[in-house]
């Protein structure tokens, strides 16, 4: 049961490896570009299916690309498919060349940079995405995406400054908030995150999916179970409410499985998203 997942005794060892496991849900998300949509209906999907998706877009963008190199829409289309499929190293290498052909492209910089943080290569990540947008033209989602980066690296007063920064271009965006409140679970100030990612929520029915996951996460991890339960339920269908309940179920027992260095565990990749 969850519950006993999450019994008092044992929500604070779980606080910050969950927390890794998670922030990324979110985070990378914001450093997407045009065209690059990655919420899904559900917070669990159907595996089966969308791999089945997957291989049928890297198929479909492998050709393309290979056909044009210089091709930057077919890189990024590209890149999302192979991490879809779980094939991040790839995602990365493939990109890497992409970007290579076309340094100044920004969207490819961008995209190159996520799919590095998907890997877990944190710091290479935050370099690349410092030149996929400049000082004099900042771009909200790829400073909150650097912040999340940061918060891999275990910078987090460094990552906060990256989200004020993002929150000063877009007041109140709710992938933003969410990435602060994950930054506040991980210096596992519980408190404020469950105030921030409220903020992140609104109370919105349409709420982003991953927002309401995050924010479902923080108020598993303080013990009240059945109220975050209750969050990924809300005015889903039947069968979507039950597989978010699945999938926040896995997300809070990760600890369980995953041994004392769990703290490295990388973030779960929003590409695709989980």
């Keep these: 049961m969850l519950r006993q997942l999450l019994a008092p005794s044992s929500v604070a060892k779980r606080v910050t490896s969950t927390a890794s496991s998670a922030i990324l849900v979110l985070a990378l998300c914001s450093c997407q570009t045009a065209g690059l949509s990655d919420i899904t209906g559900s917070l669990g999907e159907k595996a089966e299916s969308s791999h089945a998706e997957a291989r049928r877009d890297i198929e479909s963008y492998r050709d393309r690309f290979r056909a044009n190199p210089k091709d930057a829409d077919a890189a990024?289309?590209?890149?999302?498919a192979l991490r879809a499929a779980g094939q991040r190293s790839q995602a990365v290498a493939m990109l890497e060349q992409a970007t290579l052909a076309q340094p100044d492209n920004k969207a490819l910089l961008a995209?190159?940079?996520r799919a590095l943080a998907d890997n877990g290569n944190f710091q290479?990540?935050?370099?690349?995405?410092?030149?996929?947008?400049?000082?004099d033209d900042p771009d909200w989602r790829i400073?909150?995406?650097?912040?999340?980066?940061?918060?891999?690296?275990?910078r987090y007063e460094e990552a906060r400054q990256y989200y004020a920064s993002a929150?000063?271009?877009?007041?109140?965006?709710?992938s933003v908030l969410s990435n602060l409140g994950l930054s506040y679970v991980l210096t596992k100030d519980l408190p404020k995150a469950e105030e921030t990612l409220r903020r992140a929520h609104g109370g919105a029915a349409d709420?982003?999916?991953r927002v309401r996951l995050n924010l479902a996460l923080?108020?598993?991890?303080q013990g009240r179970v059945g109220e975050a339960e209750s969050i990924v339920r809300a005015d889903r269908p039947a069968e979507e409410a039950e597989a978010n309940v699945a999938?926040?179920?896995r997300l809070l027992s990760r600890k369980e499985h995953a041994g004392a260095h769990a703290e490295k565990i990388p973030g779960i990749a929003i590409g695709r998203p989980d």
């Design 207 to 209: 709420a982003d999916p």
């Design 247 to 249: 999938y926040l179920k």
């Design 76 to 80: 990024l289309q590209y890149g999302k």
């Design 218 to 221: 923080v108020v598993g991890l």
């Design 167 to 174: 929150l000063k271009i877009a007041p109140d965006e709710p």
């Design 124 to 135: 290479r990540a935050f370099d690349v995405l410092s030149r996929a947008h400049t000082p």
């Design 111 to 113: 995209g190159y940079g």
């Design 143 to 154: 400073l909150s995406a650097q912040g999340a980066v940061l918060d891999q690296l275990g």
